[in-house]
């Protein structure tokens, strides 16, 4: 009875653990708001309502401030433009363009609530947007030319301050750079991306950074988790950002991880698929048959021999029939999925095409495409990091007693980092190839150290077995990135400099040097061959979670063309 209640809840943890990751092909997409709905941009931590009057579609639509939510208080911030995730990789972008009637007219606006209102852009301004407005509430423009255009709807000039930003700065990038997985990231709402980027995430760092280090900035970050380079050159190709990087004086990009992430799933579905039907059925005829041997007392021996062997009482005269060992069985199974997965990844087509084409094709195009809309703007490009360094997922290692049931040859390990390193390295050669345009920040090494990332695989002190294969940076992880971009932000950076010469360290394989660290206690499944099915369970609802992701991408594939 035991043993059955451990298997639900372990599958349960597997399927949580990856469906993180693989969430990406169970989203369906939506279409985009169409001209004269209202959207709501949330990134500034306040719900503001925009009137859609242009449709963005794949390009950059535009749009004027509609209103305030209730309870607006203290600096109302107007951008340049805003992003508005529609789902999941999904981002809507629109060029504010003006300030609508009644705007300001609401409660919040004529309490004197609202203490200041930043203007980022040149906006057309409603005769009437600020009719109710309380008198005590002042502006913040980045223009003249917005002073005159206020003075035109009635605000007086002592309340306008004229302050030019000396640094704009634009994030764009996946995941990492939107801060997923941090404490202040909701991880089950797809459309977190338009939400505030947490204080902690790098992005905020450097934004912080340049605020200090240079005087008045702003930060935009524009990253959508589960982006690949191609779809972020997609996107710039197509204008989507073009009004964020019209006065930008600093952007970052932090992509190129997604595009090995795809393949990596597909493999592993493809070399689970074969054990990805086991049933519940199976799984709690397993049990029982580990029940029945627990259970067993003095015919103990026979129960534990292995599978295909006739055994002989001790009295001699009788035969005890032959017995599976559904847990042999299994392993046996798990094993060759794992040896298929070893084999794949040795130096697999499409994974090494990938690492081509963002050296020769996207990279060099997205540097274009910023550089064609941002003139000014200096360019910073993180490099990959491997975050399964010095992380194995080994069968025996997590379930010791798993030795009684498998032959001591038979492979149960597969070795995340190495493995993960291999293409990231190839990957990381992009950097030392294009060397023009942007100034490189060198992450790979600094990040062969433990702690950085939350992939955690092992055994704490105290028994319990921690399973996390989320690759996202912690909040030390990203405390390193911002140290490591900041570094090279105050080597190169000057407000208004368009060509500051660039910095392209190039990333070169570490061999560990560091030992691996004690895994952070996750879950406890016990110590005994019970226990070795949650390790199983794992690998099943990743096969089943990964063939599932793969049809996805392939109806998806086939839907496209």
Known sequence: MAGRSIMPSARRIAVGILAATLVLAFCPLQAFAAAGDTVVHKKSGMDMSYTIVRDAGAAQGAVVLAGLPEGAAGIVAVPASIMVMEAWEDPATYAVEGIAAGAFSGAAAASGAVERIDIEGVLDVDPAAFAGLADTTTFTVRDAAMVERLMAAGIAKERIACEPLLTKYVAFGDSIAAGYALPEYDNSDQCYDQEPTPSDAFVSLVGAHFADAFGPSVTDNLAASGWTSTQLLDA??????????????????TIGSNDLLGRFIEIIAEALEPISDLSDADIAQIEAALAVEAAAGPDAAALAADAGEAVVSDAGDAVVAKRPDPVKELLEKVSAAIERINAALVADPELLAACETFATTNQPA???????????????????????????????????KLAAHADPDLPLSIDLGSAGAHYIEIMNEAFARNTEGYAAVNLYEPFN?????????????????????????????????????????????????????????????????EPVPAPQRLASTGDGVTGALAAVACLVAAGALGVCALRRMREGERARS
């Open 366 to 400: 997205i540097l274009d495409a910023v550089h064609a809309r941002a003139p000014r703007a200096q360019v910073y490009w993180t490099t990959l990091y491997n975050p399964f360094y010095g992380q194995v997922l080994d069968v025996r290692t997590l379930f010791p």
């Open 449 to 513: 150290n433990p702690g950085l990332t939350n992939v955690s695989i092992g055994r704490a002190a105290d028994g319990s077995i921690s399973f996390n294969v989320d690759p996202h940076p912690n909040h030390d992880g990203h405390a390193l990135i911002a140290k490591l971009v900041n570094g090279v932000v105050d080597a190169t950076y000057a407000p208004g400099a368009p060509d500051p010469a660039p910095v392209v360290p190039v990333p070169a394989p570490l061999a560990p040097t």
């Open 236 to 253: 710039l190709q197509a204008g989507a950002y073009d009004a964020a990087l019209a006065d930008a004086t600093a952007v970052s990009v």
